[in-house]
C-alpha cells in the first residue's frame, strides 16, 4: 500500500502527495501526482501550507487515475515524522544502492 495525501489547490486542482517516497537523491522532497504534469517532486510542507484538503469526493477521480496505474492506496490525512523519516531513509538507501 502507498501512503497518499490528497490536497485541494485554490483552483481546485487536486494533488496527491506521497509523504514516504522520496523525489530527490536526500528525501527533502516527497513524490507527488497530478493530472496535468502527472509525477513530481514536492514540498510537503509547503503545499500542506499553500492548499486545502481534498474530500473522498474531489480526489476520487486522481485516485482511479493512480490506481489504473498499478498504486495500491491509503489515503490518509496528514503525514506523520514517521512518514517523513522513512522517506528520508529510502532516499539514503537509493543512494547507496548500486545502480
Given at each position: 500500500?502507498?501512503?497518499?495525501?490528497?490536497?485541494?489547490?485554490a483552483d481546485a486542482d487536486v494533488i496527491a502527495?506521497?509523504?514516504?517516497?522520496?523525489?530527490?537523491?536526500?528525501?527533502?522532497f516527497c513524490d507527488a501526482y497530478e493530472h496535468v504534469g502527472q509525477h513530481g517532486g514536492?514540498?510537503?510542507h509547503g503545499v500542506i501550507e499553500n492548499s486545502?484538503?481534498?474530500?473522498?469526493?474531489?480526489?476520487?477521480?486522481?485516485?482511479?487515475?493512480?490506481?489504473m496505474?498499478?498504486?495500491?492506496?491509503?489515503?490518509?490525512?496528514r503525514a506523520t515524522?514517521?512518514?517523513?523519516e522513512r522517506r528520508r531513509e529510502l532516499a539514503t538507501a537509493?543512494?547507496?544502492t548500486p545502480a
Amino acid at each position: 500500500m502507498t501512503i497518499v495525501v490528497f490536497r485541494k489547490w485554490a483552483d481546485a486542482d487536486v494533488i496527491a502527495l506521497f509523504p514516504e517516497l522520496p523525489a530527490d537523491i536526500d528525501g527533502t522532497f516527497c513524490d507527488a501526482y497530478e493530472h496535468v504534469g502527472q509525477h513530481g517532486g514536492a514540498d510537503y510542507h509547503g503545499v500542506i501550507e499553500n492548499s486545502m484538503p481534498a474530500s473522498a469526493m474531489e480526489a476520487s477521480r486522481l485516485a482511479k487515475e493512480l490506481e489504473m496505474i498499478g498504486y495500491q492506496l491509503r489515503p490518509i490525512r496528514r503525514a506523520t515524522w514517521r512518514h517523513h523519516e522513512r522517506r528520508r531513509e529510502l532516499a539514503t538507501a537509493n543512494r547507496q544502492t548500486p545502480a
